[in-house]
């Protein structure tokens, strides 16, 4: 069983950056990872992913040239380096994985996800 473990989440200003990171165990060896956010009355948006053999990148356009997904193989762990942010980028963070994937708009869909972290905050203030 993959569990998912997010940190990094904080208050920051407008124009600030955070890091946030996710460790997996269980052995999710293949497959892909993705970052959702969901802020208060809206529904949970997928805005990066990656390709955990390939490497490959996705990005949500309102994050794209901001945000950076990068993982570290060797200590099972993506992270999501995001920078100038906006108050709009205010939400709860999660990470989820599923272990076979395809890509584009499909890896938005939280409802393709097998695993879920338990969420991390992030608040951007002006």
């Known amino acids: 069983q993959v569990q998912l473990v997010e940190s990094g989440g904080g208050s920051v200003q407008v124009g600030g950056s955070l890091r946030l990171s996710c460790e997996a165990s269980?052995?999710?060896?293949?497959?892909?990872m993705g970052w959702f956010r969901q802020a208060p009355g809206k529904e949970r948006e997928g805005v990066a992913a990656?390709?955990?053999?390939?490497?490959?990148?996705y990005y949500a356009d309102s994050v794209k040239g901001r945000f950076t997904i990068s993982q570290d193989n060797a200590k099972n762990t993506v992270y999501l380096q995001m920078s100038s942010l906006k108050p709009e980028d205010t939400a709860v963070y999660y990470c989820?994985?599923?272990?076979?994937?395809?890509?584009?708009?499909?890896?938005?869909?939280?409802?393709?996800?097998?695993?879920w972290g338990q969420g991390t905050q992030v608040t951007v203030s002006s």
């Open positions: 989820a994985a599923v272990r076979w994937c395809y890509g584009g708009n499909w890896l938005f869909r939280s409802q393709n996800y097998n695993y």
């Open positions: 269980g052995g999710l060896n293949n497959g892909c």
């Open positions: 990656i390709g955990i053999g390939s490497g490959y990148t």
